[in-house]
């Protein structure tokens, strides 16, 4: 994966001192004038295309400070022409006194480059692109001379230097050597000072998720609130961090044990009593209410405490509480113990537990999202989320693919049915259930088409399920190895 010129790399240029203008061949486009003709100043070309650098400042140290410009006898070339004669009849418009080549103007002389034993050679115009860099700065270039050998030695790792070197030649093209792992090429690229734009931009163009890495750790001022802060947030951090994950983690389990084991059949029904009424009248009604001493109900009380008290600890002790409150993480905290206080609340005010709306069906499945809980205290789940996250344009289209072809294939099958008795298809809307679980390969079998033209619509459909879901797999599984790296800092694969 690489960036290219004419996007962020060109704010790292222009950072750099210089300034990128329109591509001076555009004054060809025009009428050609007679003995006149642009002046093409020096040009880098990338593969995206070319534009012009144009020097704003000189960096640092004067000339004749570089040991290899002390080395240069450069002699100006004589003219082609005779002195009576008039440069614009014998020679090119193009090579005019002002496009003569001249190395020691340019400092275009060649230079050696020894990292670890292998030698690069480039031109000094080259290097001086990036005066900020260690490269392109005189005065850092030559902590690194070699006056024996007349050449710069660098103990660094050479596989990521040719992408560095060529980062100067092609003018802000940069692309990490598939075989040299992530964490050693921003090491180098830290190493020649190549800037935190061009280091930026290669994350991102990576899928590095920048907004993550760069965010500092804001801590509370007070020391008590800090250390408890820290604990309650950054598992790992101290002793007493671990010894409450590990509880955390504990309590989220146990709920989501009681969560699927109350549903079972011989569980049904405990969480009321029959309760036998006396009225004023004398008369006995039986009512149903609810069994606050069954042991699911106590358990579950528990962890409810635990959640709470962690929650309120955690938005007491943060430093900021706006982004506490926006965080999507804290969100899902609060709607994993918002079910059972709604619960509690609707049967002290109906005094009965015979409630089966579908309101409180949804807050029953709410319940669930306690497993996400877990992701503060698992690198795999936060590496899914992330992958998830950065893939979501990859997820958004192939949602739009899925649900293009839903509507195209439910539509064509509903017409190639038409014609079939006892056809499965009633409507369009009816077939789109059909159409999404063959395209996803499922295939359940409860519907299908029973003619010929209905079969061969049936087996596209198959097919372009196959293509929608393949083409963007590849770069959510290259989405997740960055990341895995990322986080983990080991090997290219899994």
């Given at each position: 994966m690489?960036?290219?010129a ?23 486009k ?14 880098r ?7 012009n650098?144009v ?7 004067p000339?004749d ?15 082609p ?5 008039h ?6 418009p ?8 001249d190395c ?10 020894n990292?670890?034993?292998l ?17 392109g ?7 690194f ?49 190549m ?24 801590l509370?001022?007070?020391r008590?609130t800090?250390y408890i ?28 044990v ?29 009512v ?12 579950e009380?528990?962890?409810?405490v ?14 900021r509480?706006?982004k ?18 709604i ?16 309101f ?35 997820l958004s289209?192939?949602l ?23 056809s499965?298809?009633t409507s ?51 989405n ?12 290219g694969?899994?």
């Amino acid at each position: 994966m690489h960036f290219m010129a004419r996007n962020s790399t060109d704010m790292a240029y222009q950072a750099q001192g210089y300034a990128l203008r329109p591509d001076p061949l555009n004054v060809f486009k025009g009428q050609p004038t007679i003995r006149q003709s642009p002046v093409l100043s020096h040009r880098r070309v990338g593969s995206s295309g070319s534009a012009n650098l144009v020097r704003l400042h000189e960096f640092g140290a004067p000339k004749d400070s570089d040991p290899l410009l002390a080395l240069q006898n450069v002699e100006r070339p004589p003219t082609p022409h005779g002195p009576d004669t008039h440069p614009d009849e014998n020679e090119n418009p193009l090579l005019s006194n002002h496009m003569i080549h001249d190395c020691a103007t340019e400092k275009c002389s060649r230079v050696v480059l020894n990292v670890s034993g292998l030698k690069f050679e480039t031109q000094l115009k080259t290097l001086n692109r990036l005066p900020s860099t260690l490269l392109g700065n005189t005065q850092e270039r030559q902590k690194f001379w070699d006056p024996k050998r007349k050449e710069y030695f660098f103990d660094r790792h050479r596989l990521s230097f040719q992408a560095i070197l060529y980062y100067y030649q092609s003018g802000g093209r940069l692309k990490r050597p598939v075989e040299v792992p992530m964490d050693i090429f921003l090491d180098e690229l830290d190493f020649f000072k190549m800037g935190d734009s061009v280091i930026s931009a290669f994350k991102e163009a990576e899928g590095y998720l920048m907004d993550d890495e760069d965010e500092e750790m804001v801590l509370p001022d007070h020391r008590v609130t800090c250390y408890i802060w820290k604990t309650f947030e950054y598992p790992g951090s101290s002793v007493l961090s671990n010894i409450v994950a590990v509880i955390s983690v504990i309590f989220i389990l146990t709920s989501i044990v009681t969560f699927c084991v109350e549903t079972l059949p011989q569980f049904k029904g405990r969480d009321c009593l029959n309760d036998t009424v006396i009225g004023e009248d004398g008369k006995k009604t039986v009512v149903v209410r609810f069994n606050y001493s069954d042991p699911l109900f106590i358990v579950e009380s528990c962890c409810i405490v635990w959640f709470v008290f962690e929650l309120a600890i955690r938005l007491i002790c943060c430093p900021r509480k706006v982004k506490f409150l926006t965080d999507i993480t804290n969100w899902i905290d609060f709607a994993s113990i918002a079910p059972y206080f709604i619960f509690i609340i609707l049967f002290f005010v109906a005094n009965t537990c015979q409630n089966n709306s579908r309101f409180l069906s949804v807050l029953r499945v709410l319940r669930v999202v306690r497993i996400f809980k877990l992701s503060r205290f698992s690198d795999g789940l936060q590496i899914l989320a992330k992958t998830m996250r950065v893939s979501m344009q990859e997820l958004s289209m192939f949602l739009l693919f899925l649900g293009i072809a839903v509507i195209i294939y439910a539509g064509a099958i509903f017409y190639a049915e038409a014609q079939v008795e006892n056809s499965f298809f009633t409507s369009i809307p009816d077939a789109f259930w059909w159409a999404v679980i063959s395209m996803t390969t499922v295939g359940y079998g409860d519907v299908y088409p029973q003619g010929v033209f209905g079969k061969l619509i049936g087996t596209m459909c198959v097919l372009s399920g196959l293509l929608a879901i393949a083409l963007p797999v590849p770069v959510i599984v290259t989405n997740f190895n960055n990341i895995y790296r990322q986080t983990t800092g080991r090997g290219g694969s899994i």
